[in-house]
Nanobody, 123 residues
């Protein structure tokens, strides 16, 4: 079992930055693919990006160049640094974990989820 706890959400003005954290329990964190999803009101949950166990990352085009995912395996924590935020980034952000090591963009491919943290970007 892996438990995930996100933190770091809040209210920020357009153009600002936030860093989200996702702390994981369990001793196998380093072997998991860690991803970030988001869900805006009235919309489906959307894949944002992921970090594979080796540290390589992948992002959707809408956040590429603005968001950065990093992981600290010693702390069992994955981060989402978000820069140049705009109101379209407003959503509940979730971290997710999967033992599979490939490009995993569907929420169905993740076994463990955090409770989510709200990010609101004002214009």
């Amino acid at each position: 079992q892996v438990q995930l706890v996100e933190s770091g959400g809040g209210l920020v003005q357009a153009g600002g930055s936030l860093r989200l954290s996702c702390a994981a329990s369990g001793r196998t964190f380093s072997s998991y693919t860690m991803a970030w999803f988001r869900q805006a009101p009235g919309k489906e949950r959307e894949f944002v990006g992921l970090a594979w166990s080796g540290g390589s990352t992948y992002y959707v085009d809408s956040v590429k160049g603005r968001f950065t995912i990093s992981r600290d395996n010693a702390k069992s924590t994955v981060y989402l640094q978000m820069n140049s935020l705009n109101p379209e980034d407003t959503a509940v952000y979730y971290c997710a974990a999967s033992p599979r090591q490939r490009l995993l963009m569907s929420s169905y491919e993740y076994d463990y989820w955090g409770q989510g943290t709200q990010v609101t970007v004002s214009s």
